[in-house]
């Protein structure tokens, strides 16, 4: 018998998650389609200059989470972040220190992306990977954003408890629109480096002054949530064309470059009422910031909160 278990997206939920499993002496396998770890708490060079493009910064309200974070800080992956006077932490040097540190250890492949879950009928699961053929499971995490999630399983012919099914497909997405900015000299953004306005821009981010990137003038900007959805799908010179005027009062060098990111899913618009979902029939669970919140704290915790679920159903292989 079988007796990995897959966990899918190393983000902060899957990492921790899988993290988890593995010190509990369970074998664990993540696939990741994309190159890099950590999902959405992302980091892009363009040229010497680094953005985080992703999540800005992470909170730590919840006892078990802030005891991990204190961690990360003693080893130098993270550190306090007080723009805008809140407690914030960021990772350093940027977003990704933390899920990188993470997957030391772990089984990870990148660049594995799964397109289908069947279940088999002697009970494990096979997954379709595209480019590398089928992986079998005895057991099956999903972290990626829901709609991902739920595709893979109709993919694959899977049908989930019709009231599973109906809370986890009601839960929807906003996207955002990012763009990084370089401009020919600092940004002047005020002393912390961010600014919030009122109009289609949500926040805007200097990533040196933030001390994640080495160039003067690397600015992160996110559109709010609906110009994110009316303009999801037009051409990069047509966003930068809506959004660059609307922060150039705020900026006083001019941009010498721009690069469009598009994140479909980068806040879930509801939370699912607990934690996790786990079918012990199935052998299936979920994870992710739609059950914690829509923050990298409620995604860890959400990882963590499967881990505890697993845990206890897991025989050493
Ligand atoms: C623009 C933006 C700004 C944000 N700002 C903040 C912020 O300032 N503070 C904050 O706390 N949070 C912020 N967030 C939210 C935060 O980033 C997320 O809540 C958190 O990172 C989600 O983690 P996760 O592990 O649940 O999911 P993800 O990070 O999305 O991880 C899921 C992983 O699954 C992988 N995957 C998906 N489908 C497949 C497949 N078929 N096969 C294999 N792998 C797959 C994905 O590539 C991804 O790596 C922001 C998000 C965005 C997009």
């Given at each position: 018998?079988?007796?990995?278990?897959?966990?899918?997206?190393?983000?902060?939920?899957?990492?921790?998650?899988?993290?988890?499993?593995?010190?509990?002496?369970?074998?664990?396998?993540?696939?990741?389609?994309?190159?890099?770890?950590?999902?959405?708490?992302?980091?892009k060079r363009v040229g010497p200059a680094v953005f985080?493009q992703?999540?800005?910064?992470?909170?730590?309200?919840?006892?078990?989470?802030?005891?991990?974070?204190?961690?990360?800080?003693?080893?130098?992956?993270?550190?306090?972040?007080?723009?805008?006077?809140?407690?914030?932490?960021?990772?350093?040097?940027?977003?990704?220190?933390?899920?990188?540190?993470?997957?030391?250890?772990?089984?990870?492949?990148?660049?594995?992306?799964?397109?289908?879950?069947?279940?088999?009928?002697?009970?494990?699961?096979?997954?379709?990977?595209?480019?590398?053929?089928?992986?079998?499971?005895?057991?099956?995490?999903?972290?990626?954003?829901?709609?991902?999630?739920?595709?893979?399983?109709?993919?694959?012919?899977?049908?989930?408890?019709?009231?599973?099914?109906?809370?986890?497909?009601?839960?929807?997405?906003?996207?955002c629109l990012a763009l990084l900015l370089t401009l020919d000299g600092?940004s002047?953004?005020?002393?912390?480096?961010?600014?919030?306005?009122?109009?289609p821009v949500?926040w805007l981010v200097d990533n040196?002054?933030?001390?994640?990137s080495?160039v003067?003038g690397s600015v992160t900007v996110h559109a709010?949530?609906?110009f994110s959805?009316?303009h999801?799908?037009a051409a990069e010179p047509e966003v930068t064309a809506l959004l660059l005027p609307e922060i150039a009062?705020l900026l006083?060098s001019r941009p010498t470059g721009v690069t469009l990111h598009r994140w479909?899913?980068?806040?879930?618009?509801?939370?699912?009422?607990?934690?996790?979902?786990?079918?012990?029939?199935?052998?299936?669970?979920?994870?992710?910031?739609?059950?914690?919140?829509?923050?990298?704290?409620?995604?860890?915790?959400?990882?963590?909160?499967?881990?505890?679920?697993?845990?206890?159903?897991?025989?050493?292989?």
């Amino acid at each position: 018998m079988n007796k990995t278990t897959v966990v899918i997206g190393a983000g902060i939920a899957g990492l921790l998650l899988a993290r988890r499993l593995q010190d509990a002496g369970g074998d664990v396998l993540v696939l990741e389609k994309s190159r890099g770890f950590g999902g959405r708490m992302a980091t892009k060079r363009v040229g010497p200059a680094v953005f985080d493009q992703g999540a800005q910064y992470f909170t730590a309200k919840d006892q078990r989470f802030a005891t991990l974070v204190e961690d990360w800080c003693s080893r130098g992956l993270a550190a306090p972040w007080t723009a805008g006077g809140h407690r914030r932490f960021v990772g350093r040097p940027s977003m990704t220190a933390v899920p990188k540190a993470l997957a030391e250890g772990l089984r990870v492949l990148r660049e594995h992306k799964v397109t289908a879950a069947h279940r088999h009928e002697c009970g494990c699961w096979e997954l379709d990977v595209e480019g590398h053929g089928m992986v079998r499971a005895e057991r099956l995490l999903l972290t990626a954003p829901l709609p991902q999630s739920l595709a893979l399983l109709a993919a694959g012919g899977v049908a989930l408890p019709a009231a599973v099914e109906s809370d986890l497909s009601a839960i929807q997405y906003n996207p955002c629109l990012a763009l990084l900015l370089t401009l020919d000299g600092p940004s002047g953004l005020p002393p912390e480096g961010v600014a919030m306005t009122d109009g289609p821009v949500r926040w805007l981010v200097d990533n040196a002054t933030k001390g994640v990137s080495p160039v003067a003038g690397s600015v992160t900007v996110h559109a709010e949530p609906d110009f994110s959805a009316r303009h999801y799908a037009a051409a990069e010179p047509e966003v930068t064309a809506l959004l660059l005027p609307e922060i150039a009062g705020l900026l006083k060098s001019r941009p010498t470059g721009v690069t469009l990111h598009r994140w479909r899913y980068c806040e879930p618009r509801t939370v699912h009422p607990e934690p996790m979902v786990w079918l012990p029939d199935l052998a299936l669970g979920f994870a992710g910031d739609a059950f914690g919140g829509p923050r990298v704290e409620g995604a860890a915790l959400s990882g963590l909160a499967l881990a505890g679920e697993v845990i206890n159903v897991l025989k050493p292989s």
